[in-house]
T-cell receptor
């Protein structure tokens, strides 16, 4: 069975602070995908990143960066110099790879972390 | 390119009624997945359709059903509504069958269903 844990339910920071959102996952598969989605108050899930389990390189996209550590089953997300517009619920998700056998190809989401960035 | 659209955006129903929600995927996308989001259970997978066929189903009772049309638009139906069905129902589209994480899924804004 797959599981994603986002231990931080809520985080509140002041604008321009750096913030890291934690994500720990469990899976028996050797190949899998990890995702981060942002959900602003409008409700729509906005795709941020997809990472294959074989690619442990960290990634940076503007103020966003992701630290994937297979050894600790973690896929953490850091926002540098946070802005008020970053306020949202952030979800980490896990999916099996297509040839993992069987079915159950769905996104398994964590409970989400509510990030509030105050001016 | 227009995104995923869902109608209606908000809905209020009474316990025991049934409801139909609609999802139009991104043009050219043929896979549609449905998710339920509640404060208690979080985001949970309902089912996925590709080429008018249900390929995958989550752990929900038979009251939850869906279908997909030849133009890839999808509907989900919930019969005999219960208070616990109150949730945000999200639809996601993908250009190909959802084969694990091979492709991104693009989500719509959701339909917020309230059952009273």
């Amino acid at each position: 069975a797959q599981k994603v844990t986002q231990a931080q339910t809520e985080i509140s920071v002041v604008e321009k602070e750096d913030v890291t959102l934690d994500c720990v996952y469990e899976t028996r598969d050797t190949t899998y995908y990890l995702f981060w989605y942002k959900q602003p108050p409008s409700g729509e899930l906005v795709f941020l990143i997809r990472r294959n389990s074989f690619d442990e390189q960290n990634e940076i996209s503007g103020r966003y960066s992701w630290n994937f550590q297979k050894s600790t089953s973690s896929f953490n997300f850091t926002i540098t110099a946070s802005q008020v517009v970053d306020s949202a619920v952030y979800f980490c998700a896990l999916s099996r790879e297509w040839n993992s056998g069987g079915s159950n190809y769905k996104l398994t989401f964590g409970k989400g972390t509510l990030l509030t960035v105050n001016p | 390119k227009a995104g995923v659209t869902q109608t209606p955006r908000y809905l209020i129903k009474t316990r025991g009624q049934q409801v139909t929600l609609s999802c139009s995927p991104i043009s050219g996308h043929r896979s549609v997945s449905w998710y339920q989001q509640t404060p208690g259970q979080g985001l949970q997978f309902l089912f996925e359709y590709f080429s008018e066929t249900q390929r995958n189903k989550g752990n929900f009772p038979g009251r939850f059903s869906g279908r997909q049309f030849s133009n890839s638009r999808s509907e989900m139906n919930v019969s005999t509504l219960e208070l616990g069905d109150s949730a945000l129902y999200l639809c996601a589209s993908s250009p190909h069958p959802w084969l694990g994480g091979s492709y991104e899924q693009y989500f719509g804004p959701g339909t917020r269903l309230t059952v009273t």
